[in-house]
């Protein structure tokens, strides 16, 4: 994700550039920090690049997130993530190529935090599958109420065969390693990146970058081709 602290960073478009060696497949943004043309430009450049775009809504009122939706299906991106309002959402996207991902249990605040139980999140995951979503977007690392990795499995359980986006806190090789186990498909990663902290002997981004792809080697060696993310 170019992102840092729950908001699209100001030099997205240049940063996507100066990444472009690490070979991503799946780069994503918020709906927050940057203006609507900046995130255009983005999805654009993106889908220049050959990879799948992504919009995780972090806003926090309830028109905020349904004119983010809008946005997602305006400017094309292929995966919008996040958000509450799954009825309205999903049928703000209906008749777009965008698929949603909503998330599941009880988001607050900005940078988001995560309540609700594990039963709670399993209850919640069925029911969006149920509606049509292609998934969630689970802050697991961001919870309140329950344990991270708990969450991922009864997310997971919930889900069945759809698809599981771990979003927020993935900072080391031990939490790729940790989520993957617990039956995640894919995770977000952005300030652990843009603020030098998943090595902290790398200096730059793409350094940081390459270092999580190689942690993900380790972690999914027969998929890693298919999961790479940014």
């Known amino acids: 994700m170019l992102t840092r602290s729950d908001k699209?960073?100001?030099d997205a478009v240049e940063m996507l550039h100066l990444l472009r060696p690490a070979g991503l497949k799946h780069i994503g943004f918020k709906d927050v920090g940057v203006a609507y043309a900046t995130l255009r430009q983005l999805s654009d450049a993106i889908r220049a690049m050959g990879a799948e775009s992504y919009l995780e809504v972090v806003s926090t009122s309830p028109e905020e997130s349904l004119n983010s939706a809008r946005v997602a299906a305006e400017i094309g991106v292929d995966h919008l993530l996040g958000g509450t309002q799954v009825k309205e959402i999903l049928s703000i996207t209906r008749g777009s190529a965008?698929?949603?991902?909503?998330?599941p249990g009880r988001p607050?605040?900005?940078p988001t935090k995560l309540g609700g139980t594990t039963a709670a999140v399993e209850?919640?995951?069925?029911?969006?599958?149920?509606l049509g979503c292609a998934g969630v977007d689970l802050l697991a690392y961001r919870a309140t109420e329950s344990e991270p990795i708990d969450l991922v499995r009864a997310a997971r359980k919930g889900l069945g065969a759809a698809r599981l986006i771990?979003?927020?806190?993935?900072?080391s090789a031990a939490r790729i390693e940790a989520v993957k186990e617990a039956g995640a498909?894919?995770?977000t990663i952005g300030t652990a990146?843009?603020?030098?902290?998943?090595r902290d002997n790398l200096g730059s981004p793409l350094s940081q970058l390459k270092a999580v792809l190689d942690d993900l080697d380790a972690a999914t060696p027969a998929a890693v081709a298919a999961t790479r993310s940014a």
């Open 8 to 10: 699209t960073i100001l």
């Open 98 to 103: 965008t698929r949603y991902y909503p998330f």
């Open 108 to 110: 607050f605040s900005h």
């Open 123 to 130: 209850a919640d995951c069925r029911r969006f599958i149920d």
């Open 166 to 171: 771990i979003a927020g806190g993935i900072d």
């Open 185 to 187: 498909d894919a995770f």
């Open 193 to 198: 990146i843009f603020n030098g902290s998943y």
